[in-house]
């Protein structure tokens, strides 16, 4: 069982910049495939970037692409996304979630963090 804890929202305006954070307890997540979600009003949640254990890459919406970056750090078994260039169409709740082994489903989830864009 592992425990996730996002940290880092806020609201911030166009063109700025934050840096969330998903702290992890339970167990170590270095081979787990850690990604964020973000679920804006009204909307579905989608993908936005994830960090893949077993190949040591990551991935990013196109939405996002050389906006924001994921990376993790395992000896404090968190991961953080740092996002740049922010746009109000990023404002959303964003949650981690970790899948592991990298195999099937995300089993477990973050309560998740607001994040605002001002225009």
């Known amino acids: 069982q592992v425990r996730l804890v996002e940290s880092g929202g806020g609201l911030v305006q166009t063109g700025g910049s934050l840096r969330l954070s998903c702290a992890a307890s339970?167990?170590?997540?270095?081979?787990?495939?850690i990604a964020w979600f973000r679920q804006a009003p009204g909307k579905e949640r989608e993908f936005v970037a994830a960090?893949?254990?077993?190949?040591?890459?990551?991935s990013y919406a196109d939405s996002v692409k050389g906006r924001f970056t994921i990376s993790r750090d395992n000896a404090k078994n968190t991961v953080s996304l740092q996002m740049n260039s922010l746009k109000p169409e990023d404002t959303a709740v964003y949650y981690c979630?970790?899948?592991?082994?990298?195999?099937?489903?995300?089993?477990?989830w973050g309560q998740g963090t607001q994040v605002t864009v001002s225009s």
């Open positions: 979630a970790a899948n592991h082994l990298g195999l099937g489903e995300y089993e477990y």
């Open positions: 960090s893949i254990w077993s190949t040591s890459s990551t």
């Open positions: 339970g167990r170590t997540i270095n081979r787990d495939t």
